[in-house]
């Protein structure tokens, strides 16, 4: 039987981020923080796993940030979105998290994303 490419990349995919939240957990004290990309904009949150709640999120979606970039999906809206989650944490007084990239690897978008939040003091 043929499969489509598609498919085939899709299953893979999904193998992969089963893995990856085996063995990656939020905690109260260390939430988990995800990161998301699609194709036009960046989404990121911080979870609670253990009381199955959304603590936080942020997004280039958002009109706050959509009329301080040029794009909602280059590596400057991944700084900015990086920026404005450290500071979103800060409020609740959250400073250290577990990073949770999905299937992305850690560069481009997603490095930057992180690199902006280790500066403004967050740890992962």
Do not use: W
Not at 44 to 56: E, G, N, P, R, Y
Not at 59 to 69: M, V
Request: glycine letters at 4%; one cysteine or more; hydrophobic letters at 40%.
């Amino acid at each position: 039987m043929i499969t489509a490419k598609y498919i085939i990349k899709k299953v893979k995919r999904q193998r992969v981020r089963r893995a990856i939240r085996a063995s990656l957990s939020g905690t109260p004290e260390r939430p988990r923080l995800i990161m998301v990309r699609s194709n036009k904009y960046l989404y990121t949150q911080v979870i609670d796993d253990a009381s199955h709640q959304v603590l936080l999120c942020a997004s280039t979606l958002e009109k706050e940030l959509k009329g301080q970039l040029k794009s909602a999906k280059d590596k400057a809206a991944a700084k900015l979105l990086g920026e404005i989650i450290a500071e979103r944490m800060k409020e609740k007084k959250i400073t250290a998290v577990v990073f949770d990239r999905n299937v992305y690897n850690y560069a481009g978008r997603v490095k930057v994303f992180s690199d902006a939040a280790r500066e403004k003091g967050i740890r992962f």
